[in-house]
C-alpha cells in the first residue's frame, strides 16, 4: 500500500506533467493535470485513446467540483452529498480553465470525487486530475496496481498502490445538462437511487440506446472493456457441450461447479453481484492469460440494476 513518501513522488511527477496510475473504489485511473493540457495529451497518446472521447476529472469533494464546472447546480449538490465520496461522475456545463482536449472540445465536464483515502489525499495536495481507467484503450479495466504495471512501464506511469478494488466496475455517469437527467453509463449506483435523492425522474440507461449513447458519451460504444481472446456470453448448456469438445481450449467463468477436461480453465465466479463486479475484471485478464482460444461467459441473472450494470460491461467485453 502506498504511504506519504509515495505521495510525495506522486506529486512531483504531476507537477511536471507526468503521469501517476491512482486507485479508487471502482477501477484505478490514469492520473494526469486536469488544467495541463500537454500532460493531458499525454494520456490520450498512451492509452491510444480517441480524440473524441472525453476524460472525467476527479476531485477531492464539491468545493474542487466547482472550480472545473461552470454551474453548479442544486441537482449537482444534491447528488454529491448524497454519493460523494463514491461511484457517481456528474456531467456539468465546463470551466473554461478546463482544456477543451479534456471534453473532446465539448461544452460538458464529467466529475467525480473517488472514494479512497490515498486518492483522496493525492487530490487535496494537488488539484482536479483526468482520469480514465489506467487500461489501453477498449481493453479490460484494472483493478489492482500489478494490472497497471502489466500495461505500462515506471518511466511511463507511477503507480500508487491502494490495493484491490472493492467495487470492480466503473462509476455511474449521470447526465445533468438536458432536460431530464440521464443515466449515459451504468454502474453501481442505480438511476432510481439518482431519482430517490434527486426526487425526480431519471433517465436511466437502456441496452438499446447505444447509438445515442455513443453520440452523447463516445465511451459508450460497444466494442470496450473486452480481453484480447475472443469472449461470448452463453448459457450454461453451451458451455457444458462446448467443454466436452477438445478445441480450441476454453476459459470460461462460470456461476457454478463445472467439471471441465483439465485442458480447459474455468474460473469460478461468486453469486452476488457485488462480489461478481468485484472478481470480473481479474477473473477476465486471468482467462486472457492461459492462452485459451475463446473465452466463455455464462451469462449472468440480470436481475436488479447491479446485474444490469455487470450484463452491460460483459455485452462489450463479449462484442470484439
Ligand atoms: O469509475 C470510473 O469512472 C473510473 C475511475 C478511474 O474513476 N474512470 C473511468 O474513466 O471509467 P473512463 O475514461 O474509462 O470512462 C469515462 C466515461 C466514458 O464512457 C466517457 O465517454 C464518459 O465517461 N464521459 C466523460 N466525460 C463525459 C462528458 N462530458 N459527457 C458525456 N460522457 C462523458
Ligand atoms: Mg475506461
Given at each position: 500500500m502506498s504511504g506519504p513518501e509515495d505521495i510525495a513522488t506522486a506529486l512531483s511527477r504531476l507537477r511536471s506533467g507526468g503521469l501517476v496510475a491512482f486507485p479508487t473504489e471502482t477501477v484505478y485511473g490514469l492520473g494526469?493535470?486536469?488544467?495541463?493540457?500537454?500532460?493531458?495529451?499525454?494520456?490520450?497518446?498512451?492509452?491510444?485513446?480517441?480524440?473524441?472521447?472525453?476524460?472525467?476529472?476527479?476531485?477531492?469533494g464539491e468545493a474542487m467540483a466547482r472550480t472545473v464546472v461552470s454551474e453548479w447546480t442544486a441537482d449537482a449538490s444534491t447528488l454529491a452529498q448524497t454519493f460523494w465520496p463514491g461511484p457517481?461522475?456528474?456531467?456539468?456545463?465546463?470551466?473554461?480553465?478546463?482544456?477543451?482536449?479534456?471534453?473532446?472540445?465539448?461544452?460538458?465536464?464529467?466529475?467525480?470525487?473517488?472514494?479512497?483515502?490515498v486518492t483522496l489525499s493525492l487530490l487535496e495536495a494537488f488539484g482536479p486530475l483526468v482520469g480514465p481507467s489506467a487500461n489501453p484503450s477498449g481493453r479490460v479495466s484494472p483493478t489492482t496496481a500489478a494490472h497497471v504495471r502489466a500495461s505500462f512501464t515506471p518511466e511511463q506511469v507511477l503507480v500508487l498502490d491502494g490495493g484491490p478494488c472493492r467495487?470492480?466496475?466503473?462509476?455511474?455517469?449521470?447526465?445533468?445538462?438536458?432536460?431530464?437527467?440521464?443515466?449515459?453509463?451504468?454502474?453501481?449506483?442505480?438511476?432510481?437511487?439518482?431519482?430517490?435523492?434527486?426526487?425526480?425522474?431519471?433517465?436511466?440507461?437502456?441496452?438499446?440506446?447505444?447509438?445515442?449513447?455513443?453520440?452523447?458519451?463516445?465511451?459508450?460504444l460497444e466494442s470496450h472493456y473486452a480481453p484480447a481472446t475472443p469472449a461470448k456470453l452463453v448459457d450454461r448448456g453451451q458451455i457444458e457441450a462446448a467443454l466436452k469438445r477438445g478445441t480450441p481450449i476454453i476459459a470460461?467463468?462460470?456461476?457454478?461447479?463445472?467439471?471441465?477436461?483439465?485442458?480447459?480453465?474455468?474460473?469460478?465466479m461468486p453469486d452476488t453481484p457485488e462480489l461478481y463486479a468485484a472478481r470480473?475484471?481479474?477473473?477476465?485478464?486471468?482467462?486472457?492469460?492461459?492462452?485459451?482460444?475463446?473465452?466463455?461467459?455464462?451469462?449472468?441473472?440480470?436481475?436488479?440494476?447491479?446485474?444490469?450494470?455487470?450484463?452491460?460491461?460483459?455485452?462489450?467485453a463479449a462484442s470484439a
Open positions: 494526469a493535470d486536469a488544467f495541463d493540457a500537454t500532460a493531458v495529451a499525454r494520456v490520450f497518446a498512451l492509452k491510444g485513446r480517441p480524440a473524441t472521447n472525453p476524460l472525467i476529472v476527479h476531485v477531492s457517481l461522475t456528474i456531467v456539468l456545463p465546463k470551466s473554461d480553465r478546463i482544456p477543451a482536449i479534456v471534453t473532446a472540445g465539448g461544452g460538458s465536464v464529467g466529475v467525480r470525487c473517488p472514494d479512497h483515502p467495487a470492480g466496475i466503473e462509476s455511474t455517469v449521470v447526465s445533468l445538462v438536458e432536460p431530464m437527467p440521464r443515466v449515459l453509463r451504468p454502474g453501481i449506483i442505480s438511476a432510481d437511487q439518482l431519482s430517490a435523492a434527486l426526487k425526480k425522474p431519471v433517465r436511466p440507461h437502456t441496452p438499446g440506446e447505444v447509438a445515442i449513447g455513443a453520440a452523447a458519451s463516445p465511451g459508450l470460461v467463468l462460470a456461476l457454478g461447479p463445472r467439471g471441465a477436461p483439465a485442458l480447459h480453465t474455468v474460473i469460478l470480473l475484471y481479474a477473473a477476465l485478464r486471468e482467462a486472457d492469460e492461459v492462452s485459451a482460444g475463446q473465452i466463455l461467459i455464462e451469462r449472468p441473472p440480470e436481475s436488479g440494476p447491479l446485474w444490469q450494470a455487470i450484463a452491460d460491461r460483459l455485452r462489450r
